[in-house]
Every structure is written in C-alpha cells, then in structure tokens.
C-alpha cells in the first residue's frame, strides 16, 4: 500500500499489524485538529473570495468539438468584520482573459494580507477556466468533481502567492436557486437563456428584442427575462435591443452574492450547532467549528461527532486492519424479490385518503426516514479498543462458535472471514450477499454454499436467525473493551433539535439535515487514489522521468499545459471503518 500496486493484490496474508503505524487513538486525532487550528492562527488571516464564470457553450474548435468558453467572471471578497454585502462589493472581468485580470486584482488588493481562497458552488466546472492562468496547480478530485485544490499567482512585484480552491457544494449539497428559501435569503426571479450566449452573440453585445425571442423558451420566462432588463437597465433608449453581457453581469453578480449570504449563514449554523454538540470541546476549551477549515460536510459532522466525545476509546484504522474491514463493507440491498424481473403495471389510486389520490401509480414509495439516523440510535455505541487477531477456537458448531467469539470479545464487537457450509432457510428477500468478481457487482443471495465471505457480528447473527446457516471460521479480529454510547445521545440531540427547528420553520433544519445525513458516511471514507498536477509543456519530459513510476495518465489540455494524474501511496490513510460496518449491519 504504499505503491502504486496497492490494489493489485487483495490477499492479505496475514492480520498482524504493527500498532504504531496501523491505530490512530481519539487523543491523536483531537490533538491533530488542535495543531492544524494553531497552524491556521498563526498565519495570515483566511479571505474567502466567492467567484462565478459566465461561459460562451457554443464554441466550436478547429476540429468541431463543442467546448465551453468564459467570456466573464465576477467575484466577491468576504472581508473580514464586513457584515452586508450588496451588488457594488461585487468585481468583475471581461473577455478572453478574464481569469487572468481575477488573479491579478485579488493577489495586488488582497495577497499581501490574506490567504487567499477561491470558492465556487460547483467548483471543478469554474476551475477549468482558471488552470491555465495558475502555476503549481494541484487538486483532488471525487470522481470527477473537485474537492480542492491550490495554486500559485503573482502580484505586480512579481511576488508568488498560494490559493486555495474550495467547491461549497461539497459542503452544501444543494443548487443555488434553492439557497433562497434553504437560507431564506431575498428572493429575486433567476433566469438566463443560456443558448443565447453563442460566441457571434456575445461578440455582438446587444441582439434585437425580436432575435432574444427566439431563446425565451416560455411565457414566464419571458416575462422574468424582461423584467430583469428593465430592472437592470439592459435595454437600450429605444428598447429595441438588449445589452445581453450587461443582462449575464447583473446575472452573475447576484449568483456571488446568493452563494456568499448563503455560504455565511451555513456557517453561523453550523458554529451554533457545534455549540450544542461540544462536550469534549467545552472541556478543552475549543472554538466552536469554523466551516472555512473543512471541505466537506461529511467532515464537518464527523468533527461534530469527535467534539461531543463519541469517539472516547475508539481508534481509527489503517493498512492490513482497516483493509480487512473494509471487506465487511455491504451497502444497500438494491434487488427485486428472488432477483427476477417484474412488470410493474399502473393503477389508479382510488382512496381518497392516500397522498397519491387521483394519480396514477406504479409502485408504491415507501422510505424509511433518517435510515443511518436511526442505526446510530440503535446501535450499542462505537466499538472502542483496537482490532485483536482472533486465535484458534474450539467450537463443535456454529452456534458454539459465536458463543467463543462472545466469550472471547467480552460481548463486544468483532469482524469475520468465514466459509458458509449450509443454508438451512432460503429467503425471497435474503440478508446474505456475495461479491461477484465477474460482474465487480454484489449479488444478494443465499444460494453462497462454500463461499468465502466477510462479516460483523451483527450480520452473522442475522444470517443464523434468519437463514439457518453453519460456517467455518477462516480468520478475524476482535474488539473486547466494550461500546461508547455517546453516539446515540449526540444522534437524538441533533434529530429532535432538528424536529424542533423544522416545527419553528427555521431554515437552521436544512443544516441539522445535512449533518444528520453526512456522519456516517466518513467512517468508511475511501483513499484518495491518485492526485492531480497541471505542468508546463516545456517541463514535461523532466517530470516523467523523475515520476513515471507513479504517473497514471497524461493529457495535453490547450498546447500550452498538461494535466498529469499521479497515483497516491494510501498506507496513511485512517478512517473509521469499523464503526461504519457496524451502522450498515443495523440499517
């Protein structure tokens, strides 16, 4: 794991670990977020600058491909102790080069005194038009949208200055056009015919009334379109033609300033919420959490989770004992009934008690609420301790062997490699699953005689009560120093303060939601595999031959620069696993 081969292998030989390397205690990761709040102090103050580009959607290259071009960028420095900010805070840049002059103007107004960090809703689409004008260019991506990532510009004395970039959807999973009423924010009507925006439109300016009609797809829009030029004095004297860059800057304005009140307010709920849940951080006398030093929201209510001492005695994983329990890993049961395909006829709803009367339906909806939310309440707790190799046991059968591994665990928890000799009960709906090396797709079945899988004690002791089975055990781990229950208090606190807000109509709800609906999922954070670097053609064939070893791919993006994405080694990867497996089995 700590080369690029580290998944070309997914035997592990042996379940040994060297502890100092593979656990990482509660008191290791608070005292690491500690440091990293002190090293943040002790530099320049944080400058959050809101940015949005226009962007042309018709221009073609040479060759007919169809890309996007920016032709207008605006932006919005959040100056510190500022509390209003209005469309005159806003700046902007037009044509080619618009990037460029942002860069310019920010790193001679602001480089000197701030740090200085980039946010767009939806950042790797803006990003894309700010590479070429950035050097040192690194990020990290999720599939293929961006986390983060940094760079560096100049300022007129030629001084090198480091941004950062930051993508506030992964922090607030939510459009734009909803932060109004999510943050009840002023409302104004947002529309822009995008097609309007060709390369000869925006090279015109204006376009006669009569040529916009034909890109007003409704009457409301219409209606909204025209409105916001009169407001915005888009019109020329005559109100023949409409000066349709004027029209995309007012536009574009406003979405900075949606995205800076919305991005503001989230944080101040978010602070008010981690004064609530903050037992450990009353007690070491912590700042309540700041959104501006996390990229994620699932981060943020991880940390939520850490302050309030649910994570006391727990220890976070890494190398051979986090890989094993990542192989325990079984997400959402996503099959019809036995796995044959159904033809859902369609009926109409003739009750007139039910939501849907009058409709015509086809399947009935049925979602469980707070599905995680009600695991973590269910649950024991956290699994505290670290893994232990379970030795040989002694056991006649299968019930005699989960009455060793309870012995043996101190009735806590433990983390299974076992071999399924007999299925003495078949189900239409099984619990049991198996991971199909052909398909790379896991198939729920019960039909797994003298398979080979993976398991918690949760899910094996559903696995007897419900289908009966004998196993072998082949190997695993096991935890003997009990549960933290903290959790399940920290879960309630949250879901019936959230209840609370909800009643109030208090847009506070939609963060407690998204809070409630993003800590689990960091437990089973994966590695970031690969990082990527944009460099200079010129520089091109030094970089391979001093990283070829780790280097993924290479594509060449406008002559001038290339984007290289290199394999990550993951042996310092930590996360939660266990806790994670745990939640999935109760859910």
């Known amino acids: 794991i700590r080369t690029q081969f580290y998944d070309k292998n997914s035997n592990i030989d042996s379940l040994s670990y060297k502890e100092r390397m ?53 932006w919005l420095a959040e100056i510190p102790n500022k509390k209003d900010f209005s469309d005159f805070d806003v700046e902007h840049a037009v044509g080619e080069y618009c990037a460029k002059e ?84 002023e409302v104004f009507k947002e529309y822009i015919p995008y097609e309007m925006y060709s390369t000869e439109n925006v090279e015109k300016i204006f376009l ?13 829009n ?23 860059i004027k029209y995309s800057l007012k536009y574009c304005e406003l979405d900075c300033l949606v995205l800076q009140k919305g991005y503001s307010s989230f944080r101040d709920s978010v602070s008010e919420i981690s004064k609530i849940c903050n037992k450990l951080g009353d007690k070491l006398n912590l700042d309540p959490i700041n959104i501006d030093n996390f990229y994620t929201i699932s981060s943020v209510a991880i940390k939520i989770h850490e302050l309030d001492g649910c994570f006391d005695g727990c220890f976070r994983l890494s190398g051979i004992p986090r890989e094993f329990h990542q192989k325990c ?45 009600s695991a973590m309440t269910r649950i024991e707790g956290f699994i505290k301790g670290i893994p232990l190799v ?16 309870d012995k043996l665990s101190n009735n806590s928890h433990y983390f299974l490699h076992i071999k399924i000799l007999k299925v003495g009960v078949h189900r239409q709906f099984p619990c049991i699953s198996v991971h199909n090396e052909a398909t790379g797709v896991r198939d729920f079945t019960d039909y797994v005689e003298g398979e080979e899988v993976y398991c918690d004690k949760t899910m094996i002791k559903d696995w007897i009560e419900f289908h009966k089975i004998e196993v072998e055990l082949i190997r695993g781990y096991y935890y003997n ?31 407690y939601k ?74």
């Open 22 to 74: 593979c656990v990482m205690s509660c008191d290791d990761r608070i005292a690491k977020y500690i440091k990293g709040v002190d090293m943040r102090a002790s530099k320049l103050p944080n400058l959050n600058i809101f940015f949005d580009f226009e962007t042309n959607t018709k221009f073609e290259t040479e060759d007919n491909k169809v890309i996007h071009k920016a032709y207008m960028v605006c």
């Open 102 to 185: 942002m860069f310019k103007f920010c790193a001679n107004k602001y480089g000197k005194d701030y740090s200085l960090t980039f946010i767009a809703h939806n950042c790797g689409y803006d990003y894309r038009f700010c590479r070429q004008f950035c050097y040192n260019n690194t990020f990290i991506q999720q599939g293929h949208s961006l986390i983060c990532g940094s760079g560096t510009i100049y300022d007129n004395n030629n001084r090198a200055i480091t941004i950062n970039f930051k993508d506030s959807y992964k922090m607030i999973s939510t459009p734009l056009r909803k932060f109004f009423k999510m943050f009840k924010l």
């Open 208 to 220: 006669d009334v009569i040529e916009v009609d034909n890109y007003l797809d409704t009457k409301e």
């Open 222 to 244: 219409s209606e909204t379109f025209y409105e916001n030029c009169l407001k915005w004095k888009c019109y020329n004297r005559k109100q023949t033609k409409v000066d349709i």
């Open 329 to 373: 890993v079984v997400g959402g049961r996503t099959m019809t009934r036995e796995n044959k395909k159904i033809i859902a006829t369609a009926r109409k709803v003739t009750d007139p008690n039910h939501r849907h009367y009058g409709k015509t339906q086809y399947i009935d909806d049925f979602d469980s609420v707070s599905n995680y939310t």
């Open 390 to 405: 379970i030795p040989t046991l002694k056991y006649e059968n299968t019930n005699e062997l989960i009455k060793a591994l």
């Open 481 to 511: 120093q009990g549960y933290n229950n903290q959790v399940n208090i920290t879960q309630n606190t949250l879901f019936n303060k959230r209840l609370e807000e909800k009643k109030n109509k208090n847009p506070i709800q939609e963060v």
């Open 514 to 587: 998204l809070i409630l609906n993003s800590s689990y999922g960091k437990t089973l954070e994966n590695a970031h595999e690969d990082e990527t670097k944009f460099i200079n053609v010129k520089d091109r064939d030094k970089f391979i031959s001093r990283n070829y070893n780790f280097i993924k791919s290479i594509k060449e993006i406008d002559g001038k620069v290339i984007e290289v994405k290199q394999y990550k080694p993951i042996d310092n990867h930590f996360n939660d696993v266990q806790q994670g497996v745990y939640i999935l089995g109760m859910s």
